[in-house]
């Protein structure tokens, strides 16, 4: 049974781009919440998903988007990339309490 | 004031030592509490839950003090391979929801041989 794949696991951005995350929750899991971790800080929630809408928010502006497909799977979208969006951003998927994250997408943006 | 606390760190000890990592959190309607494990550029991995009358597993031992809003972790003879990055979670943060996460800025533990 796999657990929670995300991808790419490292990629290279220029300011002013865009990027889209991936994210397979696992089998079963119905929920997927997106977290990003800068370096030497605790990870802090951007957003969750649940049955294809956003169901809660961090404080993160308006250029994180995201989306959910029919198989629960989940995309994280960042546009007009900023220096400081270079973080390990981290999927995890929930069904009921038990919540598993995947190992991370590493962006840096140059 | 954060949301959740924790000691700054780094912590270095030796093998056999006993280690204490303390945590606060601020909002008195946080439901679940957790000690998360993060391992240099890996994901983070829950380590144990958190309930008010306490627990085991093995060489750690959780305390959870709603009253202060206070977490605590033990380790007890310590090993090389507890050597990692420990974070204080709670669930229920801002506004009392269940739906995200709330991570400490977490503490560097390395034990030294």
């Known amino acids: 049974d796999a657990g929670v794949t995300q991808s790419p696991t490292h990629l290279i951005k220029t300011r002013g781009q865009q990027v889209t995350l991936r994210c397979s929750p696992k089998?079963?899991?119905?929920?997927v919440s997106w977290y990003q971790q800068a370096l030497g800080q605790g990870p802090q929630f951007i957003f969750q998903?649940?049955?294809?809408?956003?169901?809660q928010r961090g404080n993160f502006p308006d250029r994180f988007s995201g989306h959910q497909f029919p198989n629960y799977s989940s995309e994280l979208n960042v546009n007009a990339l900023l220096l400081g969006d270079s973080a390990l951003y981290l999927c995890?998927?929930?069904?009921?309490?038990?919540?598993?994250f995947g190992e991370g997408s590493w962006l840096t943006v140059v | 004031r954060k949301e959740v606390e924790q000691d700054p760190g780094p912590f270095n000890v030796p093998e056999g030592a006993t280690v204490a990592f303390n945590c606060t959190y601020s909002?008195?309607?946080?439901?679940?509490f957790f000690w998360y494990r993060q391992d240099c550029r890996k994901e983070p991995k829950l380590l144990m839950s958190?309930?008010?009358s306490g627990n085991e597993d093995g060489r750690f031992t959780a305390q959870l003090n709603r009253a202060s809003q206070y977490i605590s972790l033990l380790i007890r003879d310590s090993k090389l391979s507890d050597s990692a990055t420990y974070l204080c979670?709670?669930?229920?943060?801002?506004?009392?929801?269940?739906?995200?996460?709330?991570f400490g800025k977490g503490t560097l533990l390395t034990v030294n041989p």
């Open positions: 995890a998927s929930s069904f009921g309490p038990t919540i598993y």
């Open positions: 909002n008195s309607a946080s439901q679940s």
């Open positions: 998903y649940y049955e294809e809408e956003e169901r």
């Open positions: 979670v709670v669930n229920g943060g801002s506004g009392g929801s269940n739906y995200k996460l709330t």
């Open positions: 089998s079963g899991h119905d929920t």
């Open positions: 958190v309930y008010s």
